[in-house]
């Protein structure tokens, strides 16, 4: 069977996307989607277009948004709000376009599924790479999101490239390495009918086996999926969420569950507030026919695209002296752990109770003997053991007086689950909560 045949049901998902784009009111900006060519390193001669909003300040961030089988990346630009909502909250978009029979994206191929291995990933990573060079984009900031073959590409974007991107959302995808073929087809029908099913450590060596000696943290991950969808069927939504929660160590018990609309069943893994690790949202009586009514939104929340970024003009270069130091007994850090058999995450939330505004931060505390950091989300710690410091990421820098900011990272213990007994914010003591 052919490849046009295999993705006729994506067909009709690219036809209720465009019929919502004419729901969709254009960019209220001038900014135009722009084509791009001669990014760099493009195997697959995939073809970029871009979308620069007007006012976008320094260091911005990035989304790559990846289109649906049958579609490109114009057509996903006119029929989803990625670009309005680029315009309200100022971040670089940059549209790929799949040039192959079909217009699905290579996410079954052993060059694909390896970190700078080849095909479609390689071109996606230097459309990036061009847009830091010339906008000065930041790169702790780039983010990926695509729907039904753009999903599935996100998955192996977010895993294979996981020094490249700091978050992820797949609607109607599938997960990393599920799709993966060794005659040259690049269709998988067992998983795309939801016939694969792995354990969560399986699914997790997919992923480590991407990128093989890479220590640094993983990408966050938001999964969407509808119950009936029928072209990428709904099992392949739990095998992302065992697959995802594995690679960050995480329980798969939700730690919270909520309804943000009727339809909608959200659970979040590793914490419970908006940038957890792994939030996954299940759409009760949905085809194959996403993003629509108000997931976009979500997604852009999700990521920390809806954060201001940093204001620091490209003409200057922050320096240690830019940083208020709280006084002793300005600060107070809550901490709060989940914990199990051999892992746990924690919350940490920095709040300034003095009475000068800190612009950059630095948390120093010292880890129990046998607990060891694996990832983290809303800023970077190193080292992963012993005396760990916590720094702030581009967008949550700054804490005025009475003001938080908060983040989390997982860990392994080997049966020590104690909390560190002492906390420093920019070198003076910190009170605890």
Known sequence: ???????????????????????????????????????????????????????VGARPAVLVAVHYCTGSGPAFYSGTEFASLADRHK????????????????????QALRHDGGSDPVGIVSMVRWVEQRYG?????????????????TNVLIGAYPDVFEAGASYMGVPFGCFATTDGSSWNSACANGQISRTPQQWGDLVRAAYPGYGGARPRMQIWHGTEDSTLRYPNFQEQIKQWTNVHGLSQTPARTDQPQPSWTRTR????????????????????????????????DFLGLSEPGPTTSPSITPTATTTATPPPGGCRVTYTMSTWNTGFTTAVTITNTGSTPVSAWSLAFTLPQGQSVTGAWN??????????????VAYNGAIAPGASASFGFQATHSGDTAEPAAFTLNGSPCATA
């Open 269 to 300: 893994y590793g914490g419970t507030g908006t940038n957890v690790a792994v939030e996954a949202v299940s759409l009760q009586g949905v085809g194959h026919s996403l993003p629509v009514g108000g997931m976009a939104g979500a997604t852009i």
């Open 137 to 153: 984009a930041d790169p702790g900031r780039t983010y990926a999101v695509g729907a039904s073959s753009g999903g599935m590409m």
């Open 379 to 392: 800023a970077t710690l190193s080292p992963s053991s012993g005396q760990v410091t916590a720094r702030n």
């Open 91 to 110: 971040f670089i978009v940059i549209y790929p376009s799949a040039t192959r029979s079909g217009s699905c994206y290579d996410v079954s191929s052993p």
């Open 1 to 55: 069977m052919s490849i046009r045949s295999r993705i006729a049901g994506a067909v009709a998902a690219a036809v209720t996307i465009a019929a919502a784009a004419l729901a969709l009111a254009p960019p209220a900006a001038s900014a135009q989607l722009t084509e791009v060519t001669g990014f760099g390193t493009n195997p697959t001669g995939l073809r970029m277009h871009l979308y620069v909003p007007d006012g």
